[in-house]
């Protein structure tokens, strides 16, 4: 006796259905995993970043002690870098000076100044009251400060000048600080990065100029400026008013 035998035929349609459905699911996760890595910039225009919104502030400290202690950078800073930078900070800071905003007399303050090459370039040019802070003193260069609490009386300074508002964990203290230690009058500048997040170790991102504005209640802006310094792409200068 003969078994018929039977074939059995999936539809080609639910196959088709699948390899496009897969092809969907992978593109889709591929779309939201890039999407994750690109900030997009919150309605505040300043964020803290997650990471550190539940940390400890000796943690926030010993993160940051990571890079200013890394012997690596640390060499790199006092070597190849130096002359690099004493260079472009003395162009920035002899621009300054051509617009009145910083003179041979000013006694100046470098917030978060690592081993002082803005210090050196201020010296340089013949500013020669000069001295920066870190939480790494590197005499006689810079001396040590937490920026968040500085240890210099009230209106002690002429002109304030900082890279690394990114690194500061509460921004408004940050602030507060240069305006409780520059003199009525006196000009702060800050090198700051609105275009792209770069450090790895920054505590905050900035996603326009508005907010760091609003943080300064005692000073009015001088001027807004498209710079190129390392790494940090604007340039924003304040005077302390006249009480």
């Known amino acids: 006796m003969k078994i018929p035998t039977t074939i059995i035929t999936f539809p080609k349609l639910p196959i088709i259905l699948f390899i496009f459905f897969s092809l969907f699911l992978s593109f889709s996760l591929l779309f939201f995993s890039t999407r994750s890595q ?9 964020i803290i970043r997650p990471e550190y919104t539940s940390t400890s502030y000796e943690t926030y400290l010993n993160r940051q002690l990571n890079k200013t202690l890394n012997p690596k950078l640390r060499q790199i800073w006092v070597t190849r870098d130096w002359t690099r930078k004493l260079h472009v900070f003395s162009l920035f800071f002899l621009s300054l000076q051509r617009a009145h905003l910083l003179s041979n007399q000013s006694r100046s303050l470098c917030i978060g100044a690592r081993v002082g090459q803005e210090v050196a370039a201020l010296k340089l040019i013949g500013v020669t ?20 609490s500085q240890p210099f009386d009230d209106e002690s300074f002429d002109f304030e000048f900082s890279n690394v508002f990114d690194h500061a ?7 507060a600080e240069i305006e409780r230690t520059l003199k009525v009058g006196g000009v702060c500048v800050l090198h700051v990065s609105i275009s792209k997040r770069a450090d790895k170790y920054s505590a905050n991102d ?3 100029v508005k907010p760091l504005m609003k943080l300064f ?3 009015e802006v001088v001027h807004v400026k498209t710079i190129d310094g390392f790494g940090l792409d604007t340039e924003v200068a304040f005077r302390k008013k006249i009480k």
Do not use: Q
């Open 38 to 46: 690109t900030r997009i910039p919150p309605s505040s225009g300043l």
């Open 169 to 175: 964990l509460f921004p408004e203290k940050f602030v």
């Open 206 to 208: 900035l996603f326009s």
């Open 217 to 219: 209640k005692r000073s």
């Open 129 to 148: 009251d000069s001295v920066g802070i870190d939480l790494v003193p590197y005499p006689p260069l810079v001396v040590y400060g937490d920026f968040h």
